[in-house]
């Protein structure tokens, strides 16, 4: 199964379609507001602002898994996102991402080891997956790597359509 057939709503309602990224690169976070990894979220609105002419775009997953760090209302998660850190890209639904109740969109992204292994669970908040425009896994981030290091602005740039 693709990325591109997996329900999921965005954040404010409303299904996300994930088949409009088809063609495209997408990195895939799973996002939280009172993390010490939040500030993140100033170097993934780069990365959109930098490649989305050239068919790019972040994805925010907010999910509250991880210390109950994302505990806001879709409004307040909106909010905080846009006043403190001028997010421009879309973000979906708060989904889980590990466990029983992992949303199918996780279920087809854990398979896919990070540069050190590994494979499974998701560590942590800003975990990150960049789905080539055929939509595969090209890669897997763990939470620390920073949106702006080499690394993964390489890998962005090489996934471009």
Same mark, same amino acid.
């Given at each position: 199964m693709s990325i591109y057939d997996v329900e999921i709503e965005r954040l404010q309602g409303g299904p996300a379609d994930l088949g409009q990224y088809r063609g495209k690169a997408v990195l895939v976070v799973n996002v939280a507001s009172k993390c010490g *990894?939040?500030?993140?979220y100033e170097g993934l609105q780069r990365l959109q602002e930098t490649y989305a002419d050239r068919g790019f775009t972040v994805l925010g997953v907010p999910c509250n898994q991880f210390m109950g760090q994302e505990p806001g209302s879709a409004d307040q998660i909106a909010e905080f996102c846009s006043a403190t850190y001028g997010v421009s890209f879309p973000m979906t639904e708060k %989904?889980? %991402?590990?466990?029983d109740d992992r949303h199918p969109l996780y279920a087809g992204l854990v398979t896919t080891p990070d540069g050190e292994g590994h494979t499974g669970d998701i560590r942590w908040n800003f975990e990150?997956? *960049?789905i080539s425009p055929e939509g595969a896994v090209a890669a897997r981030f763990s939470p620390q790597t920073e949106p702006d290091s080499d690394e993964l602005v390489q890998a962005v740039e090489k996934a471009l359509p």
């Open positions: *990894l939040t500030p993140q %989904v889980e %991402v590990n466990g990150k997956f *960049l």
